[in-house]
């Protein structure tokens, strides 16, 4: 009984945290789309990101 709330708890907690690593996702997608629209709209802010290093 105990073990199956504690399962329980350990997926709503795992949910909590897939939920909020997806929202995280899409935040950074809008900001990787809003940085390239700005990017595209302004050429002269030549900030080549192939030419950047690679992690």
Known sequence: MHESNLIQTGRRWQNKRLNALLQ???????FFLFFSFCHNSSPNLSIDIQRSPKA
């Open 24 to 30: 995280l996702r899409s935040q950074c997608n809008d």
